[in-house]
């Protein structure tokens, strides 16, 4: 029985679902949950006729970080989610076994989107653009990462300052801004993702916030860039809505429905890529029920 007074403690209800694009066999998003944290990671697909510099893919990295997340959260499990993230990069690398070359820009990288209970709180973390969508009470509260978006601008104007781009065709101007992207992977005033360099993590967004009192967390949704385009690019419905969308209906709607958006009417995504991967998690918290004796 909780004494009179105390809050009751919360329960994490957790739903989820996370599918490849369509026409691809391999998911390179992954999404799990180790005990009261739960993370979902999107590895940066590699365009055909580029190099990584390594024989393992996305779909082996994003697994594979996955995995040393639990262990590091299992050894350290009150320590910052930024230093376990640290961890876990540090062990990937050398889970390569020393056969690939780590310091090549193209190396497999992910994006990371984590979420903990820890008693009367939660604690965050976002990594490049897969965001963490927050229901305080009277408030949506996004946290996200947009160093990625905001340098892409910039990307795209450097890879066409090269040369004039009514001489330079749309293959070798996408080449040249993919080229352009690695170069500014987790460097200082370019943007930061989970590849090689543990330093990375230290440079996400990352806080905690209340499970009790008025602006507690009463819902959260951890998306893939795959499933926040709902929002983001097709506008679909607000981030509300969104969460609405994902207690009502589930993940699974939400899904069905960007696939709608990205072959039903003729819009495409932003990028390379017409479909991408998708992965969607619904955290809600409820009040514990504890018994009366």
């Keep these: 029985m909780t004494p009179l007074g105390e809050e009751q403690p919360k329960t994490m209800r957790v739903r989820s679902v996370s599918v490849p694009a369509p026409g691809r066999l391999e998911n390179e998003d992954h999404v799990f949950r180790y005990g009261d944290l739960v993370g979902v990671l999107d590895g940066a697909t590699v365009p055909d006729g580029f190099d990584t510099g390594c024989v393992h893919g996305p779909a082996w990295y994003v697994r594979r970080l996955a995995a040393r997340l639990g262990l590091a959260a299992a050894d350290r499990p009150a320590a910052a989610l930024a230093g376990n993230l640290a961890a876990a990069i540090l062990a990937v690398r050398a889970d390569h076994g020393g056969t690939c070359d780590l310091d090549h820009p193209g190396t497999p990288s992910a994006t ?6 820890v008693g009367d709180h939660v604690d965050y973390l976002v990594l490049c653009d897969s965001p963490l969508v927050l229901d305080i009470g009277e408030r949506v509260r996004v946290i996200s990462d947009d160093r990625l978006g905001t340098a892409r601008a910039d990307l795209r104007q450097k890879a066409l300052a090269v040369a004039d781009p009514g001489q330079v065709d749309a293959a070798t101007r ?5 080229t352009v992207q690695r170069e500014q992977m987790n460097r200082t005033h370019g943007y930061w993702v989970a590849a090689a360099d543990p330093d990375a993590a230290f440079h996400a967004v ?6 009790h009192g008025p602006d507690r967390v009463r819902r959260a949704a951890l998306l893939t860039d795959g499933a926040s385009v709902a929002v983001e690019q097709f506008g679909l419905f607000d981030w509300r809505g969104l969460l609405d969308l994902l207690g009502e209906a589930g993940p699974d709607e939400l899904i069905r429905q960007v696939r709608l958006a990205e072959g039903g009417d ?3 995504r932003a990028g390379f890529k017409r479909h991408d991967d998708a ?7 409820d009040d514990r029920h504890t018994g009366t004796s």
């Design 112 to 117: 990371v989107c984590l979420l903990r209970q």
């Design 174 to 178: 996408f080449r040249r801004s993919v």
């Design 206 to 211: 990352a806080g905690s916030l209340p499970l």
């Design 266 to 268: 003729g819009r495409r």
């Design 279 to 285: 992965t969607a998690v619904l955290c809600e918290f």
